[in-house]
T-cell receptor
Framework: GENVEQHPSTLSVQEGDSAVIKCTYS??????FPWYKQELGKRPQLIID?????GEKKDQRIAVTLNKTAKHFSLHITETQPEDSAVYFC???????????FGKGTKLSVKP | DGGITQSPKYLFRKEGQNVTLSCEQN?????MYWYRQDPGQGLRLIYY???????QKGDIAEGYSVSREKKESFPLTVTSAQKNPTAFYLC???????????FGSGTQLSVL
């Protein structure tokens, strides 16, 4: 089945810097890759997603890139702000059932 | 914030006891999911249901049971067979299988 690896597990940046979180997946048939943000004590919320027929997608300060050949995708956050501090999860839809398989999460801390 | 509601927010289980977590959605979504979240472990799929009266095991179904008698409701029972039930449980729903999951606010289950 699908397996998703996410790195790093923790990331600390200064306000205004960029942050990059990387994920790799194992199932070459996976075709949908969302990113979720979970603030402390709250529910995960979808922030951006990308399909396998697209290489890059942007939404204001966040962007996701996908390399199907290498089976990895990344989240890029530019001009980070303290409110970007949260746990970020990547996921891939694949496997025989087509359910989302999540990475273990990255705790991002943005220091003012 | 409506859409998908989980209750209770906190739940305590005594040894040998079964407990039931509630999940209700008014989004008219066909698919519903239960995930377990442990620190540093990401989200792991317990059970999912694509339509009423049908559900499938996820990756960690042992010690859990579900029912889907109504489209709006997908309760999860943590049975006494689940020896390590302490975790944060998240319910989710979606219109499109495996995409754009909307999460509930979660239930923290602890063992007395």
């Amino acid at each position: 089945g699908e397996n998703v690896e996410q790195h790093p597990s923790t990331l600390s940046v200064q306000e205004g810097d960029s942050a990059v979180i990387k994920c790799t997946y194992s199932d070459s048939a996976s075709n949908y890759f969302p990113w979720y943000k979970q603030e402390l004590g709250k529910r995960p919320q979808l922030i951006i997603d990308i399909r396998s027929n697209v290489g890059e997608k942007k939404d204001q300060r966040i962007a996701v890139t996908l390399n199907k050949t290498a089976k990895h995708f990344s989240l890029h956050i530019t001009e980070t702000q303290p409110e970007d501090s949260a746990v970020y999860f990547c996921a891939a839809r694949g496997g025989s059932q087509g359910n989302l398989i999540f990475g273990k999460g990255t705790k991002l801390s943005v220091k003012p | 914030d409506g859409g998908i509601t989980q209750s209770p927010k906190y739940l305590f289980r005594k040894e040998g006891q079964n407990v039931t977590l509630s999940c209700e959605q008014n989004l008219n979504h066909d698919a519903m999911y239960w995930y377990r979240q442990d620190p540093g472990q990401g989200l792991r799929l317990i059970y999912y249901s694509q339509i009423v009266n049908d559900f499938q095991k996820g990756d960690i179904a042992e010690g859990y049971s579900v029912s889907r008698e109504k489209k709006e409701s997908f309760p999860l029972t943590v049975t006494s067979a689940q020896k390590n039930p302490t975790a944060f449980y998240l319910c989710a729903s979606t219109l499109s299988r495996g995409e754009k999951l909307f999460f509930g606010s979660g239930t923290q289950l602890s063992v007395l």
